[in-house]
């Protein structure tokens, strides 16, 4: 079964940039790959997904113009490139298989560790 495993967060100030990992193991990369993020408390949203077969890629409103999803088929990996941060963007970041196409993304029942994001001055 394919693992997927985040990797790339940290702590910025605002304003800064942040890449993201995604990376496969034990398998391909599904064809739909989303992120997700979640602040405590709060449940778990959508925040972009790409579709590996269509090249389909979705973004959440409050991400448009700032957060970029890409795939590198060679290393098994989708990137979450995050550019001008905002204190809003704090949360840990998932990815999961999901279906995605340019209007949506689906849900996932399975989670890895994620990946903390935190911007903060």
């Known amino acids: 079964q394919v693992k997927l495993v985040e990797s790339g967060g940290g702590l910025v100030q605002p304003g800064s940039s942040l890449r993201l990992s995604c990376a496969a193991s034990?398998?391909?990369?599904?064809?739909?790959i989303g992120w997700f993020r979640q602040v405590a408390g709060n449940e778990r949203s959508a925040v972009s997904c790409?579709?590996?077969?269509?090249?389909?890629?979705y973004y959440t409103d409050s991400v448009k113009g700032r957060f970029t999803i890409s795939v590198d088929n060679a290393k098994n990996t989708v990137y979450l490139q995050m550019d001008s941060l905002e204190s809003e963007d704090t949360a840990v970041y998932y990815c999961?298989?999901?279906?995605?196409?340019?209007?949506?993304?689906?849900?996932?029942?399975?989670w890895g560790q994620g990946t903390q994001v935190t911007v903060s001055s």
């Open positions: 034990g398998g391909t990369l599904p064809y739909g």
């Open positions: 999961a298989a999901v279906p995605c196409d340019f209007q949506g993304m689906g849900v996932s029942h399975v």
């Open positions: 790409i579709n590996r077969a269509s090249r389909h890629t």
